[in-house]
Structures are given as structure tokens and as C-alpha cells.
């Protein structure tokens, strides 16, 4: 007879009598599992009774003064010897105080994922090699998204002091480091302040319109609207739009720039990135993710 793995739903998993049964199995005497166990003969002749019913064939028959497991029995300890592993391996992957191991859904943005989660693979594998990332590059609203749909286990995303983002309380929300970000502008132009470039063409994000905002916000105070004209997501691209003469950017301060791009300092107001990491409340204290998330923190 075949034994159905889907009846073991039915018990409520209880595993005890899956290791009363591979102990019989192993042992062939109730008496040498009971002292194996730690416990009398007659329970676990009894939890045995039990199996059987919730089975609903027999697992045992007499053999001489003892008992020996029916072909049924031996199928059984034998998908016992399966699930009482998987079931160990569980407990040893969500014990907050186990050793950390699986595989860690990351989505991030680019300068995220180039300045934290890539040195953070490094030390993955020196010091936790049961952990791996899958990196993803997402844009914030795209991350909230995979997030919300279980795709992922960890979105790193941003926001600015000038336009900031309540995230879904759901959701819990880990302060990570700040940016500040300054205007770019071709070398030979001469805008030294955020209300000069009035009249200029400005280059945003093509996937998302924070820093769009950042700059609305902003412009508004100098009392102008700014003329959004290209949209571009890679700052090497932004860089080059600059360059060729296409309009000025949002930059972040400390960016390697290209020869024809400087910086102009943006102080009255400032305007700051803000990074955070994102996980779906009560998840943090899974071992591999709490362990990425203290490696996030302590990133420079």
C-alpha cells in the first residue's frame, strides 16, 4: 500500500510519533527505543497506536515476543527519514539564534546596490557562505511593489528630505545613510546657484519622479517652473547629456564627474537622499535577514 504524503497534514504534523517510528525502525524493539527516548514502553506503544489509526493501516505486526514494521511501516519511516529532516532544517533556518543560510530576494536601487550589496557579497561569502543574494535593480516605487507582492525579501529604496514617502505601515522601515546631492551643469556655464538655472533644460530620472519633485519643490521657492525636457535613469548618461550641452541635473555630491561637468553646492535650501532598507513586518527576525540587515547598517 502507498502511504500519502498529503495525509501527514491531517495529523497536524506531529513528528514525535515520525521518531518513534524511525527509532522502531532502526532499533526493532518498543523496549530499546523507549530507553533511547527516554520514556516508558508503554507510551510509546500507545503514540505507535496512535500512527496507525491516523495512517488508517497497520504499521506493525508481532514478530515472535517483538514487533517488526509492515511493508507500510517501512515506507512510512522512510518518508519519516524526509520530513523530520526538512522539518530540522526549518527550525535550524528561522531560529533568530541560528546559524544564518538561504537565499536573501534583494531589490535596490543602482547606487544602492553598487555601494552596499556588492562589498556585502563579499563578506557573504568569507564569513556566511549558506547566505546568497539575488540582487535586483529597482527603482523605489518598483521595489514597494515586488515587496507587497512577496518577491522579494528586502527592497532598499529612497527618498528625499524635500519630498519625503510615508511607506505602508505594513512595512518596517530601517534608516540607512544620507546623500547630499548637488546641481550639475556644464563647466562653461555659468550657473552658480539653484535659481539661475531658470531658463536651463533640466535632465530627470526616466523611471521615477522623485528628484523631479525635489527640483519642482525647490524651483517653486525661487519662484519659477522648471522645463523638464530629458529623462535619463543612469548618472553616466545624465553626465553625458550635461556634457553635450542638454541641460542641467540633480547630481549626488562626491560623484566621480566627467571632464565637462561641475558642481554647484546647493546649501538654502539643501536637498538630501535618504536611504532606507524595507521589509514586510515580522520577517526581520529570519537569521539571513537580520544578519543582511546589521551588515546594511554598519555599510560606510
Known amino acids: 500500500m502507498d502511504i500519502p504524503f498529503g495525509f501527514v497534514e491531517q495529523w497536524g504534523m506531529d513528528t514525535r510519533r515520525l ?8 532499533l526493532g524493539s518498543m523496549r530499546e527505543v523507549a530507553d533511547e527516548m527516554h520514556i516508558t514502553t508503554s507510551t510509546v506503544s500507545q503514540q505507535l ?3 496507525t489509526r491516523e495512517a488508517g493501516t497497520a504499521l506493525t505486526e508481532p514478530d515472535g515476543r ?5 511493508p507500510a511501516g517501512r515506507r512510512l519511516a522512510a518518508h519519516a527519514v524526509t520530513i523530520l529532516s526538512a522539518v530540522e532544517a526549518a527550525r535550524l533556518d528561522l531560529d533568530p539564534g541560528g546559524e544564518p543560510a538561504g537565499q536573501l530576494r534583494v531589490a535596490g536601487f ?3 546596490v553598487r555601494r552596499a550589496l556588492i562589498p556585502i557579497t563579499a563578506v557573504l561569502a568569507r ?3 549558506r547566505v546568497r543574494l539575488l540582487i535586483a535593480e529597482h527603482e523605489p516605487f518598483e521595489a514597494y511593489e515586488l515587496l507587497a507582492a512577496d518577491a522579494v525579501d528586502l527592497a532598499l529604496v529612497y527618498d528625499y528630505n524635500l519630498a519625503p514617502v510615508t511607506p505602508d505601515p505594513s512595512l518596517d522601515v530601517v534608516p540607512l545613510w544620507q546623500k547630499r546631492w548637488a546641481l550639475g551643469v556644464p563647466t562653461e556655464s555659468d550657473v552658480d546657484v539653484f535659481s539661475a538655472a531658470r531658463d536651463a533644460d533640466w535632465i530627470v530620472n526616466s523611471r521615477n519622479t522623485a528628484d523631479a519633485d525635489v527640483v519642482r519643490a525647490v524651483a517653486g521657492l525661487d519662484g519659477f517652473s522648471p522645463r523638464f525636457v530629458h529623462k535619463a535613469d543612469s548618472l553616466s ?13 540633480l547630481l549626488p555630491e562626491g560623484l566621480a564627474l566627467q571632464p565637462g561637468v561641475r558642481m554647484v553646492p546647493l546649501t538654502d535650501p539643501a536637498i538630501v537622499l535618504r536611504c532606507y532598507a524595507v521589509t514586510r513586518r515580522g520577517r526581520a527576525t529570519w537569521p539571513a535577514l537580520a544578519l543582511l540587515l546589521r551588515l546594511l547598517r554598519a555599510a560606510p
Open 66 to 70: 517483538r514487533v517488526r514494521l509492515t
Open 237 to 249: 548618461l545624465v553626465q553625458d547629456l550635461i556634457v553635450a550641452g542638454l541641460g542641467v541635473a
Open 49 to 51: 497506536a496512535v500512527l
Open 127 to 129: 564569513d556566511h557562505p
Open 19 to 26: 521518531r518513534l517510528l524511525l527509532e522502531l525502525s532502526r
Open 110 to 112: 543602482a547606487s544602492a
